[in-house]
């Protein structure tokens, strides 16, 4: 069509907003974890990570601004792995199964969006 511009920037933005609401719901899910009785210090590095890391991703304009995120959610799944993976089925603690569970959708949300959010384009235009 001539003479129409089409921005993808505002796609971009959705994306990261998706991504920090990720983040924010793994930082939910330890906060959850910590009420149903995991031990855990009084303030959670995971928890402190995350929400810079959502802080980040939507309030920082640079374009790899959310690989932070991206980091940070690699680190999260990786520590749900390698410590909370039995929590995820442990149905004699539901408190704590469903803790992780919100905490792990968070951390898969938080890396697919925050890895769709680095591969768009910062703008593309059709004329």
Do not use: C, Y
Request: hydrophobic residues 65%; without cysteine.
């Amino acid at each position: 069509m001539i003479g129409v511009k089409m921005s993808v920037e505002g796609a971009g933005r959705g994306v990261r907003g998706i991504a920090a609401l990720g983040l924010v719901v793994a930082a939910v899910g330890i906060v959850l974890q910590r009420a149903a009785g995991v031990s855990m210090p009084l303030v959670p590095p995971g928890l402190v990570l995350l929400v810079v890391a959502a802080a980040l991703t939507v309030f920082v304009r640079w374009r790899w601004a959310p690989a932070f995120g991206v980091l940070v959610a690699v680190m999260e799944a990786i520590a749900l792995g390698v410590g909370g993976a039995d929590d995820l089925v442990n149905s004699e603690a539901t408190g704590v199964m469903l803790a992780t569970w919100v905490r792990a959708i968070g951390v898969v949300v938080a890396l697919v969006a925050g890895v769709a959010s680095l591969r768009s384009p910062a703008r593309v235009a059709h004329a």
